[in-house]
């Protein structure tokens, strides 16, 4: 690594503050930027550990009946305490890499990464989740940008996130077998009056919705709808190591079929 | 009641308390007084020219000591090739040099190019971007097919070609085989890749080179598993240090494979930069360098074609391989596809006439040489895919298959060049079809297909050399060292036993097994008994631990220097009892005389030895401690039947290992928990190798798989309980404990049983896919399923793309800053 | 540099740390506490785990200073201070859970935490609570079945004769 200055801020306001230094960044869990500063691959001149930061750590429900995670709640904490708010949330936490790794990575983390092959992106588009930042509120359709790429200006430290509790959601993961991330994952989310269908790990553009599912499982949300489909058109999927652009797409749909039958 | 010392016992280990309490002592746990640290600048490029190196700036950052280059080499040998090889025609392998840092031309990603000596390692580090390197690049080699087309690029200009050999098991046979193949009632021939892989033991190597001006002494602490041989192949053809000046360690050692075995370039430039330093010099690896630097395993492209006559018995065996050797011949390279794989086309069969021809191939990727089982594992991979195919072709029981044309009269000489001493392949087959249980296979099926999934059975059966030895006949084959091993047992007066033995435990065991032999042969408390190994200084002499020859080898050398120290102690016994030598018995630690009520105690013969008051001194020393160096008269041929059971979800081509047994015969058996953990790892690799590992290059000779993101580490849920066992013994006619090798078994015998098994589970749900190439992951599998084939056939087992996890994640949070 | 101190295996401990220095090299060579591995740079092997304030994590994807006055028990904090093994490091030896011993203390610190989490796993949780551990010796087999066994579940004995 190269060397850089660390801060650890006990509030928000340090927090926001400190950021505002030359080149400065974020550290959540650290579980992303840590292994990538080892390689050198990033450096910074002041890293900000925001884990001392306990108003951003938690869950709770508010008044609309979101779940509220703040950004700084590790994979472990949602994978505890939202096994019975919103299982399918809990059970997605608790299938990122390994136990180590969910006492320090955090939501905050993963979604400001937007790596295109990793899982909470899913939930939150799925959902529509409410990305909250000191300065503004982001819904998840307007976030992600890319792969690597959203919508967080420099500075924006990602304080909640607000998860619209769907009837019934599941998110079925097909792992990449070296990293475990996923290769494709799908998360389902049934509204009373939706289906959002989110796709991570396929597409080189990062976390995307499945249109013409979300379509077909409106009007009938069975495994079948998902099975007449054709499979999403493979060009623009990542095609690697672990599989083509064609195999991805037919994961897809593989995929979603099966996080259907699960929510049934 | 099961025993509790001795041979054929499990006494817990005794190495385990410092593992388990932290307190081994691993090389990177060493840190001298006064330690500078190297890191090592390494080509990103597979081929290019060296223009200019300008390490000025570099030189100048805060805390670097100096900075080398391969100019500063010049003087010093390259690192040294163990074996030749000689082709076909009669000419003898093409050897390139080796150079410690590149010097003209670098030949692989991770090349080093020059190393930065600073007083930590982030120093080190960061001076390293500060060196300039202009590298003019040039078209790299990568498919071995292509190398040896004429007008390829050169790998090392000054050689005639990319042919590092091509050579033929039995030459004067070919004619005979090619006329059998025209003829055969059958033929069935299979092209496939056995990939490459990365041993990936967990410890990365490490090495400490420390340097003593007052003695003009040079020490290597290193991660090694054969500290004498790297004293011999780094102080005698490298660095020009004698023996004597020179001492090498090898501490606790986190696993090697193979991997280990090797003489590196980063373990002649620490003892290099010690000296010259007179400071000493630390290299750690990190794991992504290690994808880089430690040589890699298998890399064999083969077309093998096996003829049977109308009554099924195998009559011909032909087989053309391309093995990769990566951009240098590494320590034994050379020997691993000839005398470690050409000698095991036999397998457990009867076929008259066997031909193999080996082509080995430079290409600029990372050098290749034995990984776990070495040679044998392509050998039984080949023999025991195509025997299946051959099955299926005709219709027939896989298994009824093999048992026609099983080996049965031993001793058998094979039709190229080894003679099997003893097996009884029948036997372990009999009994893994009881571990599979055979016969319930179809219910299971049924049960499978219920849930939508295919299940299949993969059977197989597989024979092994290793021990590798004896001197006089590795000689023959190019070998350019003695394969024996050593042992001294020096008794202390108080009758405790210090055993210095050659081989080297990095995981095996030794501390534990080792006693038992001793301990059992005496009579006494196996804690009696201390075993020192891993360090030229205290050890006379070693060949190490590779091929599966601690026990076989080193262990009979332990069984000789200890039959030595019993005839001594018996002369001094029957000193002491006043009777004759030959009347002498020990038994439970005690002398007794034949057919009489006396007997003396070890302990009090073994101070005698040291108290010579009461002592033959006109017959013999005094003192009791003897060596001996053991030399086998062949190697020993461990043998089984493996079987792996599989389900295949057809809409993912997801496979999933449900049950895997192993039949072995070891011959007799020392420690049988330390057989079984020994069974269980191999194994481990072996369907690590068959379903997720790959080790994969681009067109342009970039690492795709260049860390744990992207090369697929097995982990305890890809796994199954196994099923394993080793009651069926031949022992070994020739080693004195009558024990076969059990290191590589599992490793050696499991990938076909893999791929059998999931080509048997895709034929029950309708798809003929004649082979499907390893590692068979699910993409693979499910393209096959769609008649695609991908990375089929290809002449390397790279995938074509760009991509990387490892890369995409990286560059995206380079992004993010 | 900035002291770094932390109540590590029970005692107060301090060393100097960079904003760069993980856990794991303070521990190593602050503190010379050489029991917890490197052996990998992605955090993924698992050699390197400790508990940090009673949690297992990963010591070379944590900063030192980040967790300056924490609790940490690494492999050299598990044994009694009589030297008798925990339970779970009892059943890695009787059960041979270790060959060359470079995995063993990142796998004693995740199962000790298994067993504290789910005191009687079955070999299915064992399998995936240990996917951050990576061990390249043992197949697995016998690490599963001496977790197993120091929960207090039967599993077959070693073999012998
Ligand atoms: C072995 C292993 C396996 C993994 N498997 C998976 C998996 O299967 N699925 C998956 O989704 N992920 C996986 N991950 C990644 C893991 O989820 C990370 O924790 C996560 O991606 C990053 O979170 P973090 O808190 O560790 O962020 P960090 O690594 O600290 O930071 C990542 C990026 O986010 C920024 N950042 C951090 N917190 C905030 C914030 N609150 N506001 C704004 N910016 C912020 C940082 O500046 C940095 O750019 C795995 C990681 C490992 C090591
Ligand atoms: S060294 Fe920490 S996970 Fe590998
Ligand atoms: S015991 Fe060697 S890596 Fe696990």
């Given at each position: 690594?190269?060397?850089f200055?660390?801060?650890?801020?006990?509030s928000l306001?340090?927090a926001?503050e400190?950021?505002q230094?030359e080149?400065?960044?974020?550290?959540?869990?650290?579980?992303?930027l840590?292994?990538t500063?080892k390689?050198?691959?990033a450096m910074?001149?002041?890293?900000?550990?925001l884990?001392?930061?306990?108003?951003?750590?938690?869950?709770?429900?508010?008044?609309?009946?979101?779940?509220?995670?703040?950004?700084?709640?590790?994979?472990a904490?949602?994978?505890?305490?939202c096994?019975?708010?919103?299982?399918?949330?809990?059970?997605?936490?608790?299938r990122?890499?390994?136990?180590?790794?969910?006492n320090?990575?955090t939501?905050?983390?993963?979604?400001?990464n937007?790596d295109?092959?990793?899982c909470?992106?899913a939930?939150?588009?799925?959902?529509?989740?409410?990305?909250?930042?000191?300065?503004r509120?982001?819904?998840?359709?307007?976030?992600?940008?890319?792969m690597?790429?959203?919508?967080?200006?420099?500075?924006?430290?990602?304080?909640e996130?607000?998860f619209?509790?769907?009837e019934a959601a599941?998110?079925?993961?097909f792992?990449?077998?070296?990293?475990?991330?996923?290769?494709?994952?799908?998360?389902?989310?049934?509204?009373?009056?939706a289906?959002?269908?989110?796709?991570?790990?396929?597409?080189?553009d990062g976390?995307f919705?499945w249109?013409e599912?979300?379509?077909?499982?409106?009007?009938?949300?069975?495994?079948?709808?998902?099975k007449?489909?054709?499979?999403?058109?493979?060009?623009?999927?990542?095609?690697?190591?672990?599989?083509?652009?064609?195999y991805?797409?037919?994961?897809?749909?593989?995929?979603?079929?099966?996080a259907?039958?699960?929510?049934? | 009641?099961?025993?509790?010392?001795?041979?054929?016992?499990?006494p817990?280990r005794r190495?385990?308390?410092?593992?388990?309490?932290?307190?081994?002592r691993y090389?990177?746990?060493?840190?001298?007084?006064?330690?500078?640290h190297?890191?090592?600048?390494?080509?990103?490029?597979?081929?290019?020219?060296?223009t200019?190196?300008?390490?000025?700036?570099?030189?100048?950052?805060e805390?670097?000591?100096r900075?080398?280059?391969?100019?500063?080499?010049?003087?010093?040998?390259?690192?040294?090739?163990?074996?030749?090889?000689?082709?076909i025609?009669?000419?003898v392998m093409?050897?390139?040099?080796?150079?410690?840092?590149?010097?003209?031309?670098?030949?692989?990603?991770?090349?080093?190019i020059?190393a930065?000596?600073?007083?930590?390692?982030?120093?080190?580090?960061?001076?390293?971007?500060?060196?300039?390197?202009?590298?003019?690049?040039?078209p790299?080699v990568?498919?071995?097919?292509?190398?040896?087309k004429?007008g390829?690029?050169?790998?090392?200009?000054?050689?005639?070609?990319?042919?590092?050999?091509?050579?033929?098991?039995?030459?004067?046979?070919?004619?005979?085989?090619?006329r059998?193949?025209?003829?055969?009632?059958?033929?069935?021939t299979?092209?496939?890749?056995?990939?490459?892989?990365?041993?990936n033991?967990?410890?990365p190597?490490?090495a400490?080179?420390?340097?003593?001006?007052?003695d003009?002494?040079?020490?290597?602490?290193?991660?090694?598993?054969?500290?004498?041989?790297i004293?011999?192949?780094?102080?005698a053809?490298?660095l020009?240090?004698?023996?004597?000046?020179?001492r090498?360690?090898?501490?606790?050692?986190?696993?090697?494979?193979?991997t280990k075995i090797?003489?590196?370039?980063e373990?002649?430039?620490c003892t290099?930069?010690?000296?010259?330093?007179?400071?000493p010099?630390?290299?750690?690896?990190?794991?992504?360098?290690?994808f880089?630097?430690?040589?890699?395993?298998?890399?064999?492209v083969?077309?093998?074609?096996?003829?049977?006559d109308?009554?099924?018995?195998?009559?011909?065996?032909?087989?053309?391989?391309?093995?990769?050797?990566g951009?240098?011949?590494?320590?034994?390279?050379?020997?691993?596809?000839t005398?470690?794989?050409?000698?095991?086309?036999?397998?457990?069969y009867?076929?008259?006439?066997?031909?193999?021809?080996?082509?080995?191939?430079?290409?600029?990727?990372?050098?290749?040489?034995a990984?776990?089982?070495?040679?044998?594992p392509?050998?039984?991979?080949?023999?025991?895919?195509?025997?299946d195919?051959?099955?299926?072709?005709?219709?027939?029981?896989p298994?009824?298959?093999?048992?026609?044309?099983?080996?049965?009269e031993?001793?058998?000489?094979?039709?190229?060049?080894v003679?099997?001493d003893?097996?009884?392949?029948h036997a372990?087959?009999?009994?893994?079809?009881?571990l599979?249980?055979?016969?319930g296979?179809?219910a299971?099926?049924?049960?499978?297909?219920?849930?939508?999934?295919?299940?299949?059975?993969?059977?197989?059966?597989?024979?092994?050399a290793?021990?590798?030895?004896?001197?006089?006949?590795v000689?023959?084959l190019?070998?350019?060292?003695?394969?024996?091993?050593?042992?001294?047992?020096?008794?202390n007066?108080?009758?405790?036993?210090?055993?210095m033995?050659?081989?080297?435990?990095?995981?095996?065991?030794?501390?534990?097994?080792?006693?038992?032999?001793v301990a059992?042969?005496?009579?006494?408390?196996?804690?009696?008994v201390?075993?020192?190994?891993?360090?030229?200084?205290?050890?006379?002499m070693?060949?190490g631990?590779?091929g599966?020859?601690s026990?076989?080898?080193?262990?009979?050398?332990?069984?000789?220097?200890?039959?030595k120290?019993?005839?001594k102690?018996?002369?001094?016994?029957?000193?002491?009892?006043?009777a004759?030598?030959?009347?002498?018995e020990l038994?439970d630690?005690?002398?007794t005389v034949?057919?009489?009520?006396?007997?003396?105690?070890?302990?009090?013969?073994t101070?005698?030895?040291?108290?010579?008051h009461?002592?033959?001194?006109?017959?013999?020393?005094?003192g009791?401690?003897?060596?001996?160096?053991?030399?086998p008269?062949n190697?020993t041929?461990?043998?089984?039947a493996?079987?792996?059971?599989?389900?295949?979800?057809?809409e993912?081509?997801?496979?999933?290992?449900?049950?895997f047994?192993?039949?072995?015969d070891?011959?007799?058996?020392?420690?049988?928990?330390?057989?079984?953990?020994q069974?269980?790892?191999?194994?481990?690799q072996?369907?690590?190798?068959?379903?997720?590992?790959?080790?994969?290059?681009?067109?342009?000779?970039q690492l795709?798989?260049?860390?744990?993101?992207?090369?697929?580490?097995?982990?305890?849920?890809?796994?199954?309980?196994?099923?394993?066992?080793?009651s069926?013994r031949?022992?070994?006619?020739?080693?004195?404990?009558g024990?076969?090798?059990?290191?590589?078994?599992?490793?050696?015998?499991?990938?076909?049983?893999?791929?059998?098994a999931?080509?048997?589970?895709?034929a029950?749900g309708g798809?003929?896919?004649g082979?499907?190439?390893?590692?068979?992951?699910?993409?693979?599998?499910?393209?096959?399923?769609h008649?695609?084939?991908p990375?089929?056939?290809?002449?390397?087992?790279?995938?074509?793309?760009?991509?990387?996890?490892?890369?995409?994640s990286v560059a995206?949070a380079?992004?993010?800053? | 540099?900035?002291?770094?101190?932390?109540?590590?295996?029970?005692?107060?401990?301090?060393?100097?740390?960079?904003?760069?220095?993980?856990?794991?090299?303070?521990?190593?060579?602050?503190l010379r506490?050489?029991?917890?591995?490197?052996?990998?740079?992605?955090t993924?092997?698992?050699?390197?785990?400790?508990?940090?304030?009673g949690?297992?994590?990963?010591?070379?994807?944590v900063?030192?200073?980040?967790?300056?006055?924490?609790?940490?028990?690494?492999?050299?904090?598990i044994?009694g201070?009589?030297g008798?093994?925990?339970?779970?490091?009892q059943?890695?030896?009787?059960?041979?859970g270790?060959?060359?011993?470079?995995?063993?203390?990142?796998?004693?610190?995740?199962?000790?935490?298994?067993?504290?989490?789910?005191?009687?796993?079955?070999?299915?949780?064992?399998?995936?609570?240990?996917?951050?551990?990576?061990?390249?010796?043992?197949?697995?087999?016998?690490i599963?079945k001496?977790?197993?066994?120091?929960?207090g579940?039967?599993?077959?004995?070693?073999?012998?004769?």
């Open positions: 690594m190269y060397d200055e660390l801060v650890k801020p006990a306001q340090e926001i400190a950021m230094a080149d400065a960044q974020a550290l959540g869990g650290g579980q992303t840590l292994p500063m390689a050198r691959l910074a001149d002041t890293l900000v550990a884990s001392a930061i306990e108003e951003i750590k938690g869950i709770c429900t508010d008044d609309d009946g979101r779940l509220c995670i703040g950004g700084g709640t590790t994979h904490m949602v994978q505890r305490d096994a019975e708010s919103f299982p399918a949330l809990a059970s997605l936490a608790g990122i890499g390994d136990p180590a790794v969910r320090r990575g939501i905050g983390g993963s979604l400001a937007n295109p092959s990793a909470y992106p939930a939150a588009l799925a959902c529509n989740a409410t990305i909250v930042t000191q300065n509120e982001i819904a998840a359709d307007d976030y992600f940008l890319g690597f790429t959203t919508a967080l200006e420099e500075r924006e430290i990602v304080t996130v607000r619209p509790v769907p599941h998110y079925e993961k792992i990449q077998p070296a990293s475990r991330f996923p290769l494709v994952a799908v998360f389902v989310a049934k509204y009373s009056d289906v959002r269908v989110a796709v991570t790990g396929a597409s080189s976390v919705r249109n599912a979300e379509a077909a499982l409106s009007g009938n949300f069975s495994e079948d709808a998902v007449g489909l054709s499979a999403p058109d493979a060009d623009g999927m990542i095609s690697d190591l672990h599989g083509d652009g064609a991805r797409a037919h994961l897809v749909k593989v995929m979603c079929a099966r259907v039958k699960a929510c049934a | 009641m099961p025993k509790d010392t001795g041979i054929g016992a499990s817990k190495e385990d308390v410092r593992f388990l309490t932290g307190k081994g090389t990177d746990d060493i840190n001298l007084a006064g330690q500078a190297v890191v090592f600048l390494r080509s990103d490029v597979a081929h290019g020219r060296i200019s190196i300008d390490t000025g700036a570099a030189e100048a950052m805390g670097v000591i900075v080398f280059t391969g100019e500063d080499f010049a003087e010093v040998g390259g690192i040294p090739c163990g074996w030749q090889i000689t082709s025609d009669g000419s093409q050897e390139p040099k080796h150079p410690v840092l590149a010097h003209g031309k670098v030949r692989h990603v991770g090349d080093p020059a930065v000596v600073a007083e930590t390692r982030d120093q080190a580090k960061d001076a390293c971007e500060a060196i300039e390197v202009e590298i003019e690049s040039l790299a990568i498919d071995m097919k292509a190398a040896v004429p390829a690029p050169k790998v090392h200009d000054e050689l005639a070609g990319n042919l590092c050999y091509d050579w033929g098991l039995v030459q004067e046979n070919k004619e005979a085989v090619d059998a193949i025209s003829a055969a009632a059958h033929v069935t299979l092209e496939l890749v056995n990939n490459r892989l990365i041993a033991p967990m410890e190597r490490v400490v080179g420390d340097y003593t001006s007052h003009d002494h040079s020490t290597l602490y290193t991660t090694s598993q054969n500290p004498h041989v004293r011999l192949l780094m102080g053809f490298v020009g240090i004698p023996e004597h000046k020179l090498v360690v090898a501490p606790d050692v986190g696993g090697g494979f193979g090797f003489h590196y370039a373990e002649a430039f290099f930069a010690a000296k010259a330093l007179e400071r010099v630390k290299w750690t690896s990190s794991r992504s360098e290690a880089m630097s430690d040589a890699h395993g298998r890399d064999h083969t077309k093998i074609e096996l003829a049977l109308a009554e099924h018995n195998f009559t011909a065996l032909r087989t053309e391989t391309y093995a990769n050797m951009a240098y011949l590494s320590t034994f390279a050379p020997s691993v596809p005398w470690l794989h050409g000698t095991l086309m036999a397998g457990n009867k076929t008259p006439l066997i031909y193999v021809n080996v082509k080995a191939v430079f290409t600029n990727t990372v050098p290749v040489d990984y776990r089982g070495a040679g044998r392509e050998a039984t991979f080949q023999l025991e895919r195509v025997v195919k051959a099955a299926r072709e005709l219709g027939v029981d298994v009824e298959l093999r048992r026609k044309n099983f080996i049965t031993f001793p058998y000489a094979t039709p190229v060049a003679e099997y003893t097996g009884d392949y372990t087959m009999d009994k893994l079809l009881e599979i249980d055979r016969d296979f179809p299971r099926r049924a049960g499978s297909e219920a849930r939508g999934k295919l299940r299949g059975l993969g059977i197989n059966s597989y024979i092994e290793c021990g590798i030895a004896p001197s006089h006949l000689g023959q190019g070998a350019r060292a003695g394969l024996y091993e050593s042992a001294t047992v020096r008794v007066a108080t009758g405790g036993l210090v055993v033995t050659g081989s080297h435990s990095h995981g095996q065991g030794h501390e534990t097994s080792f006693p038992q032999v059992d042969m005496i009579g006494i408390p196996e804690d009696q201390e075993i020192v190994h891993g360090d030229t200084d205290k050890v006379p070693g060949m631990t590779y599966s020859r026990l076989a080898v080193g262990g009979s050398a332990i069984y000789r220097a200890t039959e120290v019993i005839a102690a018996k002369k001094i016994a029957a000193h002491i009892m006043e004759s030598d030959e009347d002498i038994k630690g005690k002398f034949a057919g009489t009520d006396k007997s003396v105690a070890w302990g009090d013969v101070l005698a030895a040291y108290v010579p009461n002592y033959p001194l006109e017959d013999i020393e005094p009791l401690e003897e060596t001996a160096f053991y030399d008269n190697f041929y461990p043998s089984g493996y079987a792996c059971e599989v389900e295949v979800d057809p993912t081509g997801k496979v999933e290992v449900l049950a047994a192993a039949a072995d070891f011959g007799n058996v020392v420690n049988p928990m330390i057989v079984e953990g069974v269980h790892g191999g194994l481990a072996g369907i690590g190798q068959a379903l997720l590992e790959s080790c994969a290059y681009d067109a342009d000779g795709l798989s260049a860390s744990y993101m992207d090369y697929a580490m097995p982990r305890a849920h890809d796994f199954p309980m196994f099923a394993v066992d080793s069926c031949t022992p070994c006619t020739h080693n004195p404990l024990v076969k090798g059990c290191g590589e078994a599992g490793a050696i015998g499991s990938p076909p049983s893999v791929v059998n999931v080509i048997d589970a895709l029950s798809h003929d896919v082979h499907i190439d390893m590692p068979l992951t699910p993409a693979r599998v499910w393209h096959a399923m008649g695609g084939t990375n089929q056939r290809a002449a390397q087992p790279a995938a074509h793309s760009e991509e990387t996890t490892h890369d995409r995206g380079a992004t993010n800053v | 540099m900035t002291k770094v101190t932390m109540i590590v295996n029970g005692k107060s401990r301090s060393a100097e740390a960079e904003g760069r220095t993980l856990l794991v090299d303070w521990l190593r060579e602050g506490l050489t029991g917890t591995h490197v052996g990998c740079d992605t993924q092997c698992g050699a390197c785990i400790v508990h940090l304030n949690e297992p994590v990963k010591a070379c994807s900063l030192a200073q980040e967790v300056d006055g924490a609790e940490v028990t690494t492999i050299e904090g044994a201070a009589d008798t093994l925990s339970a779970v490091q059943a890695f030896q009787d059960y041979h270790l060959q060359c011993g470079f995995c063993t203390p990142g796998m004693v610190m995740a199962a000790t935490s298994l067993l504290r989490e789910n005191p009687r796993p079955s070999e299915a949780e064992v399998r995936h609570y240990l996917e951050g551990n990576i061990c390249r010796c043992t197949g697995y087999h016998n599963v001496a977790v197993m066994a120091a929960s579940q039967d599993v077959p004995a070693v073999a012998a004769e």
